[in-house]
């Protein structure tokens, strides 16, 4: 076989070398790469290729593991694996092996991508260990098809996966059981349940249950309309908002700052950086979503110095930056501490760029993806930062998902 052989429908016999970004692993085969989903390193399976475009790499999935490694475990869905219900691609792997491959692609990222050298620990969400790290999710997304069936879409495809149980979600969810309801002209289900009690599903976008979710998180309460933005998993609000509260004591914060809060959704990190820190902070939290800004406006109404912004970051930031050009009548950003979350894709060359501008003491980016950190965090480094300190949470058990908190100080 060679690179011009279309290789898809081939049984390939692999063995394989490591973890990659995205929940697949790495072989190699007559000098071209394969991405398998569902193995583990060391593993010696049979694999069939079911995408292959050409060039260096094709796709495939095990259709029988030859030598199994010993972090191989029975996976606790039965309708997922190759081929089947998505969302739990990691559910064949013991839970202490699942953070060490999530550990290995964050500190090959930061490597690669940042010139950073670091082992991070992925630590397991208070709890997650005694049950196997199952029924944490408290935000599901289910789709129906043609015969009204319900479920998860299979994956790479969308056909929806007709399954008995919904392991990886909380019991409130789990219990409504819209997987063994029949649902006719309708597409996609999503429920939530706050932590506590509410429970809210959006049939096709109509709301139904509770209008609006009441959160608690490190002793403050928020409101979430739907729509909002909230943590997936039932303790990450703690452990993140711990986590970014542990890194501004490290660092120290000055109330009196253009403090800023971006992405900030219904204001999470604002107003627990407000309670542990005191309600003088003076804090801005940015989100362009309408809603979620007009909740974030309720949730911190008591802290006199926060305002909570509708604006995109981007658009927010060059305002900021302007300015500064201008002698700046805002406070000294000099001395500000800037927490930003921003979504998957990361912040990007732009928004980094600003905050360089900016050069606020002390940034503290909370990612929920490696590559885009690392990529992020390349610019800052080179543009005078430290990082001060990163730890990395597993939020999403059973994925091939890592959460992590990233501290950096200017360095003059
Ligand atoms: C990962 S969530 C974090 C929200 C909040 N920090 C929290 O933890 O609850 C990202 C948020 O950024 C908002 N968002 C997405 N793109 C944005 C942009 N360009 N500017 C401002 N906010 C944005 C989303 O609506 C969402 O609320």
Redesign the pocket.
């Known amino acids: 076989m060679n690179k011009t052989t279309n290789w898809v429908g081939q049984n390939l016999t692999l063995t394989i070398d490591k973890v990659a970004h995205g929940g697949i692993f790495v072989a190699r085969h007559d000098g071209r790469v394969v991405f398998v989903s569902h193995v583990l390193p060391g593993e010696k399976v049979k694999a069939v290729v079911y995408e292959d475009r050409g060039g260096s790499f094709c796709r495939a999935e095990p259709t029988e593991i030859l030598e199994a490694s010993p972090d191989r475990v029975k996976h606790f869905w039965k309708q997922a694996g190759p081929s089947g219900a998505g969302g739990a691609e990691f559910g064949h792997i013991a839970l202490a092996r699942q953070r060490e491959l999530k550990a290995d692609v964050l500190e090959e990222a930061l490597d690669r991508m940042a010139g950073i050298k670091l082992r991070p620990v992925v630590e397991a969400a208070p709890g997650d260990d005694e049950v196997n790290g199952l029924g944490y999710r408290t935000r599901v997304q289910l789709h129906v098809d043609e015969a009204g069936t319900v479920g998860p879409y299979r994956e790479r495809s969308h056909d929806v996966v007709k399954v008995r149980d919904l392991p990886l979600a909380v019991e409130e969810i789990r219990e409504l059981e819209f997987q063994n309801k029949n649902f006719q002209d309708v597409k996609k289900i999503e429920v939530a349940v706050s932590s506590t009690g509410q429970v809210q599903w959006k049939i096709d976008k109509k709301l139904k249950g509770d209008e609006r979710l009441i959160e608690r998180a490190s002793g403050r309460t928020?409101r979430i309309s739907g729509g909002?933005?909230?943590?997936v998993h039932k303790k990450?609000?703690e452990v993140?908002?711990g986590a970014v509260n542990e890194m501004i004591a490290a660092v120290g914060i000055d109330l009196e700052a253009d403090n800023l809060?971006?992405?900030?959704?219904?204001?999470?990190?604002t107003g627990t950086i407000a309670a542990k820190f005191g309600k003088e902070l003076r804090m801005t939290?940015?989100?362009?979503?309408k809603v979620?800004t007009e909740d974030a406006t309720l949730n911190l109404a008591d802290l006199p110095r926060v305002k909570a912004v509708c604006?995109?970051?981007?658009?927010?930031l060059n305002e900021r930056v302007g300015n500064l050009d201008k002698g700046g009548k805002v406070a000294s950003p000099r001395n500000s501490t800037i927490?930003?979350?921003?979504?998957?894709a990361g912040a990007g060359a732009k928004?980094v760029n600003q905050l360089l501008a900016i050069s606020p003491a002390h940034i503290v980016y909370?990612a929920?993806d490696p590559v885009a950190l690392a990529r992020d965090l390349k610019p800052l480094l080179a543009g005078g930062y430290e990082l001060k300190a990163l730890r990395a949470f597993d939020l999403f058990p059973h994925t091939h998902h890592v959460e992590a908190v990233a501290s950096l100080v200017r360095k003059n």
């Open positions: 928020f909002g933005f909230w943590q990450a609000a993140l908002t809060d971006l992405y900030g959704g219904v204001g999470l990190f939290s940015v989100e362009s979503f979620a604006s995109a970051t981007e658009r927010f927490v930003l979350d921003p979504p998957r928004v909370v929920c």
